[in-house]
């Protein structure tokens, strides 16, 4: 026997002629790699590996990698499927917090996340072309083909996540328009929720973010200070009663100035003040719902560290590829640094099911693949 670097090969000597060789299936391969060096390569690269570390520390060529990377990818577990083969729709410990949000690949592509407050999983994840309402939809039927029920929703208050809880504002008619039913135009069709009577969260940190950008670039000079002090007071108050308190003042004080900017300001916390308030009203079981997205923010700056490659990524089928493994991977990784000692060294994926036992990646690639 004759072992070499990628594998252990069988060498055999001919008695007449004294030549050496070694047999080989024509697998249509110029190299045979063993199966536990491509499978350590590529969990390399999951891990955070660059292509050119790699090439230098395994001595395969860039073009095999991407091969295997594909390859694997292609053939890793949906998030569906990997609910069904752990029977997650009949028993899990998810706990119905659902956070959603996007992280941008590139210009032309957008990782959608579903993930659970509790757990920490990636419930879901859909790469598409922008965070547009349809998107988000197609991502919460997959959230609910893997047996998630939605409880509650938290998320940065964007146009797409919010029109999944909330009907569209009316727009008024103009002042001597002719009203409904005008002749060629057909009523607007009635609108549905596709989430109804879930509470949903906006972000208060985003919410911060949105409203402050309103100040800055509508406010007199006079009244920024003020008006924000006002708009911290209300997002990041104790209670309910001080924030609405707070909210009174704000109003006050734009009639008893004649300041536009705060009337305005007002309006816009007045319209969106059920998504800034479930925090205190809504309960899962016993706890209170989050009042910001920090948990899937830290999981998306978690995933970054490989995500930041793919900018120059052109398809979706190989942005699809790639994700599937870094997400698995993100799901089997322990929280060694987690605050909670029942979450310390465990993955999101263990602490979703009730069942005990480790659970390794190569466990959801499909058997066509190994």
């Given at each position: 026997?004759?072992?070499?670097?990628?594998e252990?090969?069988?060498q055999?000597?001919?008695?007449?002629?004294?030549?050496s060789?070694i047999?080989r299936?024509?697998?249509g391969?110029?190299?045979?790699?063993?199966?536990t060096?491509?499978?350590?390569?590529?969990?390399?690269?999951?891990?955070?590996?660059?292509y050119?570390?790699?090439?230098?520390?395994?001595?395969?060529?860039?073009?095999t990698?991407?091969?295997?990377?594909?390859?694997?990818?292609?053939?890793?577990?949906?998030p569906?499927?990997?609910?069904?083969y752990?029977?997650?729709?009949?028993?899990?410990?998810?706990?119905?917090?659902?956070l959603?949000?996007?992280?941008?690949?590139?210009?032309?592509?957008?990782?959608l996340?579903?993930?659970?407050?509790?757990?920490?999983?990636?419930?879901?994840w859909?790469?598409?072309?922008?965070?547009?309402?349809?998107?988000?939809?197609q991502l919460?039927?997959?959230?609910?083909?893997?047996?998630?029920?939605i409880?509650?929703?938290?998320?940065?208050?964007?146009?797409?996540?919010r029109a999944?809880?909330?009907?569209?504002?009316?727009?008024?008619?103009?002042?001597?328009?002719?009203?409904?039913?005008?002749?060629?135009?057909?009523?607007?069709?009635?609108?549905?929720?596709?989430?109804s009577?879930?509470?949903?969260?906006?972000?208060?940190v985003?919410?911060?973010?949105?409203?402050?950008?309103?100040?800055?670039?509508?406010?007199?000079?006079?009244?920024?200070?003020?008006?924000?002090?006002?708009?911290?007071?209300?997002?990041?108050?104790?209670?309910?009663?001080?924030?609405?308190?707070?909210r009174?003042?704000?109003?006050?004080?734009?009639?008893?100035?004649?300041?536009?900017?705060a009337?305005?300001l007002?309006?816009?916390i007045?319209?969106y003040?059920?998504?800034?308030?479930?925090?205190?009203?809504?309960?899962?079981?016993r706890?209170?719902?989050?009042?910001?997205?920090?948990?899937i923010?830290?999981?998306?700056s978690?995933?970054?560290?490989?995500?930041?490659?793919?900018?120059?990524?052109?398809?979706?089928?190989?942005?699809?590829?790639?994700?599937?493994?870094?997400?698995?991977?993100?799901?089997?990784?322990?929280?060694?640094?987690?605050?909670?000692?029942?979450?310390?060294?465990?993955?999101?994926?263990?602490?979703?099911?009730k069942k005990?036992?480790?659970?390794?990646?190569?466990?959801?690639?499909?058997?066509?693949?190994?």
């Amino acid at each position: 026997m004759r072992e070499i670097t990628i594998e252990r090969v069988q060498q055999w000597k001919c008695i007449s002629c004294k030549a050496s060789f070694i047999f080989r299936r024509s697998s249509g391969k110029r190299t045979q790699y063993t199966e536990t060096f491509i499978k350590e390569t590529v969990s390399d690269f999951v891990m955070g590996g660059s292509y050119r570390r790699i090439q230098e520390r395994r001595e395969v060529s860039i073009g095999t990698l991407s091969s295997w990377i594909h390859e694997y990818g292609g053939r890793c577990m949906s998030p569906v499927e990997i609910a069904e083969y752990l029977h997650l729709p009949e028993q899990n410990k998810w706990s119905g917090i659902l956070l959603l949000d996007g992280k941008y690949l590139n210009r032309h592509m957008v990782l959608l996340l579903a993930v659970d407050y509790r757990t920490q999983d990636v419930v879901s994840w859909r790469v598409a072309e922008n965070e547009s309402q349809d998107n988000y939809k197609q991502l919460i039927t997959d959230v609910q083909n893997c047996g998630y029920i939605i409880k509650a929703l938290i998320s940065d208050g964007g146009t797409g996540i919010r029109a999944l809880t909330q009907k569209k504002k009316p727009s008024f008619i103009r002042i001597g328009s002719r009203p409904y039913p005008r002749p060629g135009v057909s009523p607007a069709k009635e609108q549905t929720v596709f989430l109804s009577g879930v509470p949903h969260q906006w972000c208060i940190v985003h919410a911060q973010r949105e409203l402050l950008k309103y100040v800055r670039t509508k406010a007199k000079k006079e009244e920024r200070e003020k008006l924000t002090l006002l708009v911290n007071q209300i997002l990041f108050s104790s209670t309910l009663i001080r924030a609405e308190k707070v909210r009174k003042k704000l109003n006050t004080y734009g009639y008893i100035n004649y300041s536009e900017a705060a009337k305005r300001l007002t309006n816009i916390i007045s319209s969106y003040w059920k998504l800034l308030i479930a925090h205190y009203t809504v309960r899962v079981g016993r706890f209170k719902i989050p009042p910001t997205t920090n948990v899937i923010e830290n999981i998306i700056s978690n995933l970054n560290t490989r995500l930041k490659t793919m900018k120059k990524i052109k398809t979706k089928k190989s942005a699809e590829a790639i994700c599937r493994l870094i997400v698995l991977k993100y799901r089997l990784k322990p929280l060694v640094d987690s605050q909670d000692r029942q979450k310390r060294n465990k993955s999101p994926l263990e602490l979703s099911i009730k069942k005990k036992g480790k659970l390794n990646w190569y466990l959801f690639i499909k058997k066509s693949c190994r």
